[in-house]
């Protein structure tokens, strides 16, 4: 039984059968085809992390795929209440096919798979958020950028968090090159560079890390950037906003890649301090195509879980 807790879990093979899988079913939603591929099935959505794209996309493509999606925020169930995650995994997995989780630690997340007797699905953790990067590997072949031909360049701007981790593992898996630009002191995370670099190897990737953005950014084709106060983190936002002075993802910025390059966020965005009003709402500008895509590109890892277990 596959969970989706992390790309570094999955092969070049199976992700992109799950972007052709979501390419499909995204054909058949905007030709107004049902897709009935997990009949009656039940997902639980357990937050203890708030959200709005993440809730709405599951609980949407799950009603589509023709099951039905529990909320379960962290108030809800005994998690917050000290029970044991081997214990709520258990029990919740007896009742339920599936399960999505937005949490803090990624061991928690892994813990809860271990016990788990039902696919889980990483929602968001402080290590990786895998879905989000499916819907923008799928945003990305729809503005013309894949795999085909010359291999695509994409850059990362901002801080080294669970974004940079998770396009760290897209990049090293599908073999294209990703520049990561830092300020010092906000690197990625040593063991999962190293990770990455070791996957590199085999796919072909070109991995750079640097502290300068301009030099990252020349003549990509994405650039793509995160918050720089993650949830949790609003108290260090005076010192990350001096920390982070010349990583704001603006119109000088955006020059120097590509003409055609277009610009990635997975929001919510902060304008004025990780990007520009005038970039956000530019014409290089996909986040809202990237944001709807969440739907479309969880449905089809759901639907790619569910016809695993079935096997």
């Known amino acids: 039984m596959k969970h989706f807790l992390s790309l570094k879990d999955f092969s070049k093979t199976e992700i992109l059968e799950i972007i052709s899988l979501a390419q499909s079913i995204k054909n058949d939603f905007k030709n107004n085809i049902p897709t009935p591929l997990m009949p009656q099935k039940i997902l639980a959505m357990i937050f203890e992390k708030n959200s709005t794209r993440t809730r709405v996309s599951f609980e949407s493509g799950i009603y ?13 169930i005994q998690l917050s209440r000290g029970e044991p995650i081997k214990d709520t995994a258990r029990v919740i997995s007896s009742m339920v096919d599936m399960i999505m989780i937005r949490t803090f630690e990624h061991s928690r997340l892994e813990e809860f798979a271990s016990y788990s007797s039902v696919p889980v699905i990483n929602g968001l953790s402080d290590s990786y958020h895998p879905i989000q990067l499916m819907a923008d590997y799928l945003t990305m072949i729809e503005c013309g950028i894949s795999l085909e ?11 080294g968090n669970n974004m940079a981790h998770s396009w760290l593992m897209l ?12 300020p010092k002191g906000y690197e990625v995370d040593s063991e999962i560079l190293s990770l990455a670099q070791n996957f590199a190897k085999e796919s072909g990737a070109k991995i750079i890390t640097t502290h300068d953005p ?5 003549g990509c084709n994405v650039v793509t950037t995160d918050t720089w106060i993650s949830m949790g983190q609003e ?17 000088s910025l955006m ?24 970039v956000l709402e530019g014409s290089q500008s996909k986040v809202f195509l990237e944001a709807q895509n969440r739907l479309h590109a969880q449905k089809g890892i759901m639907a790619y879980l569910h016809k695993e277990r079935q096997c």
């Open 235 to 251: 108290s260090e936002k005076e010192r990350k906003i001096k920390d982070f002075k010349g990583f704001e993802v603006n119109e």
């Open 171 to 182: 990049s090293s898996k599908l073999g294209f090159e990703l520049r990561v630009a830092t």
């Open 149 to 159: 031909g010359e291999k695509p360049i994409a850059t990362y701007i901002g801080d």
């Open 214 to 218: 301009k030099e990252a950014i020349e």
């Open 255 to 278: 020059k120097l890649a590509k003409n055609n390059a277009i610009f990635l966020h997975c929001l919510p965005a902060y304008r004025g301090y990780e990007v520009s009003e005038e």
């Open 64 to 76: 589509q795929l023709g099951g039905i999606g529990m909320f379960l925020s962290s108030n809800d």
